[in-house]
Nanobody
Framework: QLRLVESGGGLVPPGGSLTLSCVVS????????IGWFRQAPGKKREVVGC????????YYTDSVKGRFTMSADNAKDTAYLEINTLKPEDTGTYYC??????????????????WGQGTQVTVSS
């Protein structure tokens, strides 16, 4: 069974940093791309970024560009989202998701078939 499990969320002050982890199982990361999404309270889910390879592909939404960094460690079957210079508006539930490698390039939520349970990030003083 395909599965993604997220961790690393928490309560941080504005300007702080977190690294979220997404452990994947049941499939090879070489065959899939990873997307990161978030949903703020009362708001619709939005894309944070997507990461693919063969060819290498990275997309970040404008609101996080320069502050968030995606990476993956295939040996550990883990994807990461490093989030820096956090702002209160970054508060929300963060999800990782998997899409077939050929579908990740749209970075559209509809292309992602397996989702993690989400991890809560709260930015507050």
């Amino acid at each position: 069974q395909l599965r993604l499990v997220e961790s690393g969320g928490g309560l941080v002050p504005p300007g702080g940093s977190l690294t979220l982890s997404c452990v994947v199982s049941g499939f090879s990361m070489d065959l899939f791309g990873i997307g990161w999404f978030r949903q703020a309270p009362g708001k619709k889910r939005e894309v944070v970024g997507c990461l693919g390879h063969r060819p290498i592909y990275t997309y970040y939404t404008d609101s996080v560009k320069g502050r968030f960094t995606m990476s993956a460690d295939n040996a550990k079957d883990t994807a990461y989202l490093e989030i820096n210079t956090l702002k209160p508006e970054d508060t929300g539930t963060y999800y990782c998701a998997a899409a077939p490698a050929q579908s990740v390039y749209s970075c559209d939520a509809s292309q992602f078939h397996t989702w993690g349970q989400g991890t809560q990030v709260t930015v507050s003083s």
